[in-house]
């Protein structure tokens, strides 16, 4: 009789079991949306040299302000992998890459959340708070990588057997990105916060394994450069400090509000610190660093939530299940664009009325033009902003009339202009002088009469 109660509830699907698989919808139309990154596109020409040499760049190749200046790419094996996947699927390939790499994040986010709370209903709220927050970050750059990598390295250091595997894990990722960094202090702190001093020697060996990837030792020479960049990085929007009430970051304060309930009710203990401090310190820093800082945060939400079961009683039968899923998986059919370049973001039909000059341009139009012309045609400026330093701050200032554009451009050269048609610059341009040779509704291209 036991069998026979027991078997009809295991055919059938609670609501909490159901809501998992919605987070879905928004990666794939995400994975599918016009691409709107110009730092993947350098990334992808970055891959292609690197590829025909056979060695990793260590001088900046793309720009004439700063052409044969020290540079290491931090991501030469993401842009070795980006330039393999043009020259098979041109940018076809960009679609199933980020909605693999999005997969994985969001199904080690479930699974750190069920690890702790033992509660479906906690990883799905988990898994929702995450898609409100991260979303917008889930971009085809390198950083998609790191995403996956740290939920990877949470997901097995909590899994004592394969820990092994984090050393490699750490070599990927600093093969990817520089933010493994943040990695390593998340396994450091977490060692600290469980007195699990045995662990130590693994911490030691994933740290030693960053410093084994092409660059050797150029690694913490990368890291010293960002870490001096500061005053350039600041001019990106990304690396501002977040707005505490924007909808990016509400999640993240919500969570954290969690967390602290979760403290008032003794599922969050004060050695819990060690993680919510300095994490909290880190999403407080800019707003790229949210992203990290939540997987960071996630395992102690999942404490502060366990015991949380609601909608798990309620259940569904499993034809309703499965039509409900099948809605879920399809939707994005009928949402998603085609993954291909959005023109309103880059110059697409103005760059083809540039000529071989000089041109002065944003570093939104300095990537789309390394991937489309590039590296013959050489650029003003893109987003690197550890190589450029005082030349951002003064791109800045130009494009903000805030600085006189004539002497930078005797001084550089600059022969032609491509700029976003709203730009207050041109007006100044026009009234010197300069004339349009191509326009449309998006950006328009000057040169001197």
């Keep these: 009789m036991t069998a026979t109660a027991v078997e009809p509830s295991r055919r059938r699907f609670s609501l909490a079991q159901l809501i998992l698989i919605v987070p879905w919808v928004a990666l794939a139309i995400d994975a599918w949306a016009p691409i709107r990154d110009n730092s993947f596109l350098w990334h992808i020409r970055a891959g292609e040299l690197q590829g025909a040499a056979g060695e990793v760049l260590v001088a900046d190749p793309f720009s004439f302000t ?200 003794g599922r969050v203990t004060p050695r819990h610190l060690w993680i919510l401090a300095p994490f909290l310190l880190l999403a407080l820093s800019a707003t790229r660093a949210v992203p990290p800082a939540w997987i960071a945060l996630v395992p102690l939400l999942g404490t502060a939530l366990a015991g949380f079961h609601l909608g798990e009683r309620r259940r569904f039968s499993r034809p309703a299940a499965i039509v409900f899923c099948l809605l879920v998986v399809v939707t994005p059919l009928f949402v998603a664009a085609d993954g291909t370049l959005d023109e309103e973001r880059f110059p697409v039909a103005a760059s083809a009325f540039l000529d071989e000059g000089r041109t002065f341009h944003d570093d939104s139009t300095g990537g789309y033009l390394i991937w489309a012309q590039g590296p013959e045609r050489l650029v003003f400026i893109d987003d690197r902003a550890e190589l450029y330093g005082e030349r951002m701050a003064e791109y800045v200032a130009i494009r903000d009339l805030e600085a006189d554009w004539k002497p930078v451009f005797e001084r550089d050269g600059i022969e032609q202009v491509l700029l976003e048609a709203d730009e207050d610059l041109l007006k100044e341009l026009e009234a010197d002088g300069w004339s349009s040779v191509y326009e449309d509704e998006f950006f328009v291209v000057l040169r001197p009469d």
């Design 66 to 265: 700063m052409l044969g200046e020290s540079w290491l790419t931090q991501s030469w094996l993401v842009e070795l992998l980006y330039s393999w996947g043009e020259v098979n699927w041109e940018l076809g390939f960009v679609p199933p890459m980020m909605l693999v790499l999005s997969s994985i994040t969001f199904l080690g986010i479930g699974l750190m959340a069920y690890r702790r709370s033992e509660s479906v209903m906690t990883s799905a709220v988990v898994l929702g708070l995450s898609t409100l927050l991260m979303i917008s970050f889930l971009v085809p750059r390198p950083v998609i990588f790191s995403f996956a990598l740290f939920v990877l390295v949470v997901v097995a250091w909590d899994r004592p057997a394969v820990r092994w595997a984090i050393p490699f894990l750490f070599w990927i990722w600093a093969s990817a990105h520089g933010s493994f960094v943040i990695g390593l202090a998340y396994i450091g702190l977490t060692i600290i916060a469980s007195a699990e001093w045995r662990a130590i020697p693994i911490a030691i060996v994933a740290g030693l394994s960053t410093l084994l990837t092409a660059h050797g030792l150029g690694v913490l020479r990368i890291l010293f450069e960002f870490s001096e960049a500061g005053p350039a990085l600041a001019l990106l929007s990304e690396w501002r400090r977040p707005e505490l009430t924007s909808v990016v970051f509400l999640p993240f304060v919500v969570g954290v509000v969690l967390i602290v309930l979760g403290a008032f009710r």
